[in-house]
């Protein structure tokens, strides 16, 4: 026994030798540091819109139906529920894209507050204010103005990390060169550093300005439909076999890892082809015959990913048991329950994963390892092949498995639980090794770093 835990012991240390300077890397590198810390201002909208989620999408078919058919005031219960999931979830790129700006500015030491507000104008200025609307019995689709949210909610998040990058080093650079109006010493702090960022925050504009007319000139018309369109590409051939589910899997999770929501990338295409081998499984358990295929809709949902993309319910579990510092401690308490039922953006933001190679290996590997292992277990008969029912997507792993493909499937939900927590143990402690240490130094040097806008510098 001894013996083994000196093993792993040496594996931890050596894993934590490889691991510790990328966490170095992390905590002083500047980008990563305005990234991270402006994920932090939509975290808690998220661990809010998340528990609305949960209520309001409970995979309990009656209740579902019941907030549906319920109103109040001639709305339905559940659209009530969806104001919320759309105050926070659905517009969560505008407070990343906000805190990412502030903190970013605060590293470029210029005004943080400027800082924000150039990375949203920029961001707006590049995105398409219209939707597609097509009247019932219209021979022809609309362009309707809007502010889509499509584009705000993580959809956008990808372009508003550049933007906000970008904007605020074009606003140092005018105001390095001294571009700016300097008022008399009698005008209020306020006052001079509005006039102060008439010329850098100007610059911003116009740059962003022509960036747009350039992209209206290309196939895409905008910068946000070019991103998406050119990522889509490569997904355009799929089909039902092992390597074409490896494949996306592998491709969304590198999308993920940049703050790309890539399952919403992949699933435009490969889902339906999903669909469509789950409707055959379906008709074929109908008629009494043998389940043609093993990757389906039911696959990828249950057996590929649980609790959501990267597998993290695995990742909280071992967050939860195992780590002790507090941030961690703390999150890994307000997003289990959401990453039972499959909701997870609280930790794919909050610890984050989005741009944190400490945590990219087992993010990208675990869905790739449950791939596998599902496969070759149904493969070989031991686990029967998922039945083609849809049910809710909230439905937590374990039952999902046993609805899908009996206690076999349960059984194999929980092995790949195990696993996952197992895969994904010695890379989170070394995260939480890091923010044990961070946590030590600001308890020994205390600072007021507290965003206060009474308390910002103009």
């Known amino acids: 026994m001894n013996e083994k835990n000196e093993k792993n012991g040496k594996f931890m240390d050596k894993l934590e030798s490889k691991l510790m300077p990328v966490a170095k890397v992390i905590s002083s590198n500047k980008y990563l540091i305005a990234i991270r810390d402006g994920f932090l201002v939509s975290m808690p909208l998220l661990v809010i819109g998340s528990m609305f989620m949960l209520v309001s999408n409970f995979p309990v078919q009656p209740w579902i139906d019941f907030l549906k058919s319920t109103t109040f005031h001639g709305s339905s219960i559940a659209s009530y529920f969806s104001n919320v999931t759309n105050a926070t979830f659905s517009i969560m790129a505008i407070f990343a894209v906000m805190g990412i700006g502030y903190n970013y500015a605060k590293q470029e030491k210029v005004s943080p507050i400027f800082g924000a507000a150039s990375a949203l104008v920029s961001w707006f200025i590049l995105m398409p204010f219209t939707t597609s609307f097509k009247p019932e019995g219209a021979a022809k689709a609309f362009q309707v103005p809007c502010v889509p949210l499509d584009w705000v909610g993580s959809r956008g998040i990808f372009i508003g990390i550049l933007c906000a990058i970008f904007s605020v080093k074009i606003y140092k650079w005018v105001e390095d060169k001294g571009w700016t109006i300097k008022m008399p010493k009698g005008v209020p702090p306020t006052v001079g550093q509005s006039f102060a960022s008439l010329f850098p925050i100007g610059m911003v504009i116009v740059v962003f300005f022509l960036i747009r007319i350039i992209f209206t000139i290309t196939p895409w018309d905008n910068a946000f439909d070019c991103i998406y369109t050119i990522l889509q590409t490569p997904l355009q051939k799929v089909g039902d076999t092992l390597g074409a589910m490896l494949g996306v899997y592998l491709f969304a999770h590198i999308l993920w890892f940049f703050g790309i929501h890539g399952t919403n990338i992949t699933d435009s295409v490969f889902r339906p082809i999903l669909y469509a081998l789950s409707a055959e499984n379906l008709a074929a358990l109908q008629a009494g015959q043998k389940l043609p295929h093993i990757i389906n ?70 869905p790739m390892v449950n791939i596998i292992i599902s496969y070759v277990t149904m493969a070989i008969g031991l686990v029967p092949i998922c039945n083609g029912v849809i049910m809710p997507w909230t439905t937590p792993a374990i039952i999902s498995g046993f609805l899908s493909s009996g206690w076999q499937g349960a059984v194999l939900q929980a092995a790949l639980i195990a696993l996952g927590v197992l895969l994904y143990y010695p890379f989170i402690k070394a995260i939480d090794k890091q923010y044990l240490k961070e946590e030590a130094e600001a308890e020994n040097n205390p600072k007021d770093d507290d965003i206060s806008l009474d308390d910002l510098t103009f």
Do not use: H, W
Not at 306 to 318: D, E, H, V
Not at 338 to 356: D, R, S
């Open 297 to 366: 809709t039911q696959f990828q949902d249950l057996f590929a990913t649980y609790g959501g993309a990267g597998s993290t319910l695995s990742l909280l579990i071992a967050a939860y048991f195992f780590c002790k510092s507090k941030r961690i401690k703390e999150l890994s308490k307000m997003s289990i329950v959401p990453g039972i039922f499959n909701i997870n953006e609280p930790v794919i933001f909050g610890l984050p994963i989005v741009l944190n190679p400490a945590i990219a290996i087992p993010f990208i590997c675990v």
